[in-house]
């Protein structure tokens, strides 16, 4: 069973507006965290946001905020006053305890375009 | 300079070669990964290591794999390549000892197998 679902494969947004990316997660554990990473076209993975599973607000940093919705098990990202810059592949993840310690799953990603 | 740096960054090879890639870190981190992205399926972990002497298999790791050389290096290896392992590669880091632990990554090697 997936445990991260991202169920949305693109995105199209316009210059400045705001854009949801959706994240479901599927976990029994009680300790876990949550993060996104963003991929430009150029390949590198770049962190954006963590959500510990026991933090009480939503996480942001500076244009990004997530939305955590425990009871619903999602974790979406809110970009804000989109740029040209946000277009790249967002991937939602999941830090889960492992034998020895903690593993990382990622979702399949959104492609996201910001339209001038 | 990167923290998480990766050898080689694009990599041709032929069914039935073997092949590794090379990982290396200045960050000081005891965890390290390797995971391969495919189009649409985001990224699998092949094998990921908690310390010099801790190797864990991942999702993927048939026809994979690993040595943990040092703290700072991690490789990965394909022992007979096959073309469906073509795919980019990324290499990752770790700090358990901060309350998020997110990953660092490598700049990640293009694998064509032919």
């Known amino acids: 069973a997936q445990k991260i679902t991202q169920t949305q494969p693109g995105m199209f947004v316009q210059e400045k507006e705001a854009v949801t990316l959706d994240c479901t997660y599927d976990?029994?554990?009680?300790?876990?965290?949550l993060f996104w990473y963003k991929q430009p076209s150029s390949g590198e993975m770049i962190f954006l946001i963590y959500?510990?599973?026991?933090?009480?607000q939503n996480a942001t940093e500076g244009r990004y905020s997530l939305n955590f919705q425990k009871a619903r098990k999602s974790a979406n990202l809110v970009i804000s006053a989109s740029q040209l810059g946000d277009s790249a592949m967002y991937f939602c993840?999941?830090?889960?305890?492992?034998?020895?310690?903690?593993?990382?799953?990622f979702g399949a990603g959104t492609r996201l375009f910001v339209k001038a | 300079d990167a923290d998480v740096t990766q050898t080689p960054r694009n990599r041709i090879t032929k069914t039935g070669k073997r092949i590794m890639l090379e990982c290396s870190q200045t960050?000081?981190?005891?965890?390290m990964y390797w995971y391969r992205q495919d189009p649409g399926l985001g990224l699998q972990l092949i094998y990921y290591s908690f310390d010099v002497k801790d190797i864990n298999k991942g999702e993927i790791s048939d026809g994979y794999s690993v040595s943990r050389q040092a703290q700072a290096k991690f490789s990965l290896s394909l022992e007979s390549a096959i073309p469906n392992q073509t795919a980019l590669y990324f290499c990752?880091?770790?700090?358990?000892?901060?309350?998020?632990?997110?990953?660092?990554f490598g700049p990640g090697t293009r694998l064509t197998v032919l």
């Open positions: 993840a999941m830090r889960e305890q492992s034998t020895g310690g903690f593993k990382t799953i």
């Open positions: 960050k000081g981190h005891d965890r």
């Open positions: 990752a880091t770790s700090d358990p000892g901060t309350s998020r632990a997110e990953q660092f």
């Open positions: 959500q510990g599973s026991y933090d009480e």
């Open positions: 976990t029994s554990d009680q300790s876990y965290g």
